[in-house]
């Protein structure tokens, strides 16, 4: 995978400083950098964990604390399958690709969760939805009574 991105990703370079890279992530609101060479490939990515507790490193270049090796889903995969990919390595983003291998875009999981949220507000507002299938799903409409619920279940899962 070249491993190059084409849009307005926002990257920063692997000399930028832990504090240069705290700045831009409070600035834009964001958690995760993608970490780019001098020839804008993706060497890693930092995330706002990444940099938690290592005040005494503000001057460190971030490429020393960056994730490796970085994930990428082609943008062509249903987002499904993403979502359980995610759980399943634990990991809170990946890089999304298009058919040439380039980067195109990032999915976190506050991306997936605000999609959650608005399918539960569009689910919400319609009456009597019934599911298909006798059982129900931990992610069907009328099984998420309460976030609790929602929690133990996934619990009980191992999530």
């Not at 700045?23 to 950098?33: C, D, G, K, V, Y």
């Not at 499904?80 to 990919?85: G, H």
């Not at 999981?109 to 999609?115: A, F, M, V």
Request: glycine share 2%.
């Amino acid at each position: 995978m070249k491993s190059k991105y084409k849009t307005q990703l926002i990257c920063v370079t692997k000399n930028t400083t832990v504090r240069e890279a705290r700045e831009i992530m409070n600035e834009r609101r964001i958690r995760h950098l993608p970490v780019i060479d001098n020839e804008h490939t993706i060497v890693g990515i930092v995330s706002r964990t990444d940099l938690t507790d290592i005040s005494q490193f503000q001057d460190i270049p971030v490429e020393l604390f960056s994730s490796k090796p970085v994930e990428y889903v082609r943008n062509s995969l249903p987002l499904r399958q993403v979502t359980l990919s995610m759980l399943e390595k634990k990991i809170s983003c990946v890089l999304v690709t298009d058919d040439h291998d380039e980067v195109t875009g990032i999915i976190t999981t506050d991306d997936l969760l605000y999609h959650l949220a608005e399918l539960l507000k569009t689910a919400d507002s319609s009456e009597n939805i019934k599911t298909e299938s006798s059982e129900k799903s931990i992610f069907s409409v009328d099984s998420l009574i309460t976030i609790g619920e929602f929690s133990r279940k996934l619990s009980a899962m191992g999530i």
